[in-house]
């Protein structure tokens, strides 16, 4: 079971993870700072959404899964995931969804 093998980290080791966990979606939010795309709300909240299952699930993994990650790994996938999704549904919803604008109404 993955339970035991979780508790057998070292503390330092589990406060890294769920802090790298915590942090590295907010980081991923300030990347977004870096591109000149302006991002909707929406593909913020999925995109948190996103990054908050897959490090769950990265973190949770069994022992011998390929996708198991300890330590302050957690910070780069989450903040990576984050920014990326968000520019991925940013884009979609652009292409995709037709802006209505006060001025386009009769």
């Known amino acids: 079971a993955w339970i035991p093998a979780f508790q057998v980290q070292s503390i330092i080791d ?4 769920i ?15 870096l591109t000149k795309r302006k991002i909707s709300p929406a593909a913020l909240i999925t995109a948190m959404w996103v990054a908050a299952i897959l490090t769950t699930c990265c973190i949770l993994a069994p022992d011998g899964a390929l996708w198991k990650m ?4 957690s910070a780069v996938i989450s903040a990576c995931t984050t920014a990326l999704v968000a520019i991925v549904v ?12 006060p001025e386009s109404s009769p």
Do not use: C, H, M, N
């Open 90 to 101: 940013q884009i979609i919803v652009e292409k995709y969804i037709p802006e209505t604008s």
């Open 70 to 73: 300890r330590g302050t790994t």
């Open 19 to 33: 802090s790298g966990f915590a942090s590295g979606i907010v980081l991923g939010i300030f990347l977004l700072t």
């Open 14 to 17: 589990q406060v890294l993870t």
